[in-house]
């Protein structure tokens, strides 16, 4: 297996032709096995999935066909497997529910646009290397809003679990009008049984890897219902004859006056889509030891995306519970995706009836186990224990996707994200050094309250960029350290290692701070400044305000400069 990166022509568009070129046909038995074993499991959870988006069953399988086929030709992981995803399901039906009003053609529509936004924007960020934007995002934050949205999803599958009816309203009204349910005797008790024990076995199998527990749930529901007559006897709700045939291109065409929600809903999808899938995809090139490449994955990501939108599909992610069967059964390849493509689209030709007794409790069991599996709590209880402030940042995302919703939540852990950012570098530390005893360079005085200062000389570092945020801050700081030095400065020099950019209004602000320094005496000097940042400060036209002769390459450097210029007796 290679380790080479892909090639930098047209090919690299194009992994899984590279993949097929160096194929190995010992590969080829495994790869099959483990597509057979994969369409057991991509096609209960696709109309699991599906259903809890709001949407019929079968376009969840359509949302399984398409997009693995596009991803083999263009994703860069051998084994991912891509698909509805739990992590989606509160997304997508808190666009498609309000807006379709019951119309499951609407439903889909809706559904199939937003997977094209989705795409659309995946496409873009990946052609434009933006792969990196996603790292955006901190772990609490993540956190925060997967938790959100487990908690939505699974509030919003209860009450089918107990064969109840309900049209979400929002997690707080839908735990309402459950227990009310509840209260007046509607649930069903076989359907109750049925998704239970459902939920029971897939919960109890789930730590065997190679054990299919969502097969087997599934098989022995669907056989109960059948056998005992659930349907018709009882009332249990099944899924029925699935529709014949392939999925057919049709571009979903929306009203108007739903473009805004589908467009927000659609950022919303590939943001998260593109989280979960970016992180699978890195914890699987360490193990299976190849490169990755976060941009062509967006790519990848954004072609299925854009297919399933344009058959009829659903919005699809990668999947953090097929793609370990996927690994546990064998697969080498992509072909491993392709061939349980090729079995879900058999079973829709030849045998749509062989799920038509499946109980909707135990699509509900499905999907709740998903639901489960996003929750994090041993790492928060870590995150407590040793940043309390980033925990709560991750409550308060938790707290604004289950009260606001799962795409204005999201969007609020996007806006607390970049104030987190910002916040880092709005009020960064910074520190006066001196040369401690022992300790070889200078050092935060703050730290080393017995550190000797070079007299006149004042060395002061920066730990962060310097842009239009923090930059009247920095300039406070730095005249008041001229201010409280114990003798007359005659020069200050910046630490400016962790200086790694500046812009426009802190380039203003450097010239305006050395010609306040001149005023008073004070010379303004250098150490450790990047080559980059140097480059543009030469661009914004402060070289050529205060001089190109004012850096050094390094503290120890610029203090003997002084030293020697200022004839100070000094010992360093």
């Known amino acids: 297996m290679s380790n080479s990166f892909p090639p930098r022509d047209w090919r690299r568009w194009l992994p899984g032709l590279q993949l097929l070129r160096g194929y190995v046909p010992a590969w080829l038995p495994r790869d099959l096995l483990a597509g057979l074993v994969l369409t057991a499991m991509l096609v209960p959870v696709g109309i699991a999935y599906a259903q809890a988006?709001?949407?019929?069953?079968?376009?969840?399988?359509?949302?399984?066909?398409?997009?693995?086929?596009?991803?083999?030709?263009?994703g860069p992981s051998r084994i991912l497997v891509l698909g509805p995803d739990s992590a989606l399901v509160a997304i997508i039906l808190a666009v498609v529910l309000p807006l379709s009003a019951g119309d499951p053609l609407k439903a889909i529509t809706l559904a199939?646009?937003?997977?094209l936004v989705s795409g659309l924007v995946c496409l873009g960020a990946g052609v434009l290397r933006l792969g990196f934007i996603t790292e955006l995002l901190s772990k609490p934050i993540r956190y925060g809003y997967m938790n959100g949205i487990a908690l939505t999803v699974l509030i919003s599958q209860t009450p089918k679990l107990f064969g109840?009816?309900?049209?979400?309203?929002?997690?707080?009204?839908?735990?309402?009008?459950?227990?009310?349910?509840?209260?007046?005797g509607k649930a069903n008790g076989y359907a109750l049984a049925i998704g239970a024990g459902s939920l029971a076995i897939i919960l109890l199998l789930k730590r065997f890897e190679r054990v299919p527990g969502i097969l087997i749930a599934v098989v022995l529901a669907t056989l109960a219902a059948w056998v005992f007559d659930l349907e018709a006897g009882h009332g249990v709700k099944v899924t029925g004859s699935l529709p014949q045939g392939l999925p057919a291109f049709v571009f979903p065409l929306i009203d108007a006056v739903d473009i805004q929600a589908v467009l927000v809903g659609g950022f919303a999808v590939a943001l998260v889509s593109f989280a979960d899938t970016s992180v699978l995809s890195r914890t699987y090139a360490a193990k299976t030891r190849t490169p990755v490449d976060a941009n062509q994955e967006m790519i990848g990501l954004g072609m299925a995306n854009l297919a399933t939108g344009l058959f009829q599909g659903i919005p699809v992610s990668s999947s953090s519970s097929r793609t370990p069967v996927a690994e546990a059964a064998g697969a080498r390849t992509q072909l491993a995706g392709v061939f349980g493509a090729l079995g879900v689209a058999l079973l829709l030709l030849f045998g749509p009836d062989l799920l038509r007794h499946l109980p909707s409790s135990a699509l509900a069991a499905v999907v709740i186990a998903a639901a489960i599996g996003l929750f994090e709590f041993k790492d928060l209880r870590r995150i407590y224990r040793i940043q309390q402030w980033e925990f709560w940042l991750s409550m308060t995302c938790f707290v604004g996707v289950v009260v606001l919703g799962a795409v204005p939540g999201i969007g609020l852990a996007v806006v607390i994200a970049v104030i987190e950012f910002l916040w880092d570098g709005w009020r960064p530390h910074y520190a006066v050094l001196g040369r401690v005893a022992g300790i070889r360079g200078?050092?935060?005085?703050?730290?080393?309250?017995?550190?000797?200062?070079?007299?006149?000389?004042?060395?002061?570092?920066?730990?962060?960029?310097l842009f239009f945020a923090n930059a009247e801050l920095f300039q406070n700081c730095v005249l008041e350290a001229v201010a409280k030095a114990p003798d007359k400065v005659r020069r200050i020099v910046i630490a400016a290692e962790p200086v790694t950019s500046v812009d426009v209004t802190s380039a203003d602000m450097l010239i305006e701070l050395e010609q306040i320094l001149r005023g008073q005496g004070v010379e303004l000097r250098f150490a450790e400044v990047k080559d980059p940042v140097k480059d543009k400060l030469e661009r914004l036209e402060v070289l050529a305000r205060i001089g190109r002769g004012v850096f050094q390459p390094t503290v120890g450097a610029a203090v003997d400069v002084y030293l020697e210029q200022h004839q100070v007796d000094w010992t360093p």
């Open 53 to 74: 988006s709001g949407v019929p069953g079968i376009y969840g399988l359509y949302a399984t066909i398409v997009p693995l086929l596009a991803y083999a030709l263009f």
């Open 112 to 115: 199939s646009a937003m997977a």
């Open 164 to 184: 109840i009816s309900l049209d979400s309203e929002g997690p707080g009204q839908d735990i309402w009008h459950l227990f009310q349910a509840l209260f007046e």
């Open 442 to 465: 200078y050092h935060d005085i703050s730290r080393y309250p017995d550190a000797r200062r070079v007299p006149g000389l004042v060395l002061f570092r920066w730990d962060a960029p």
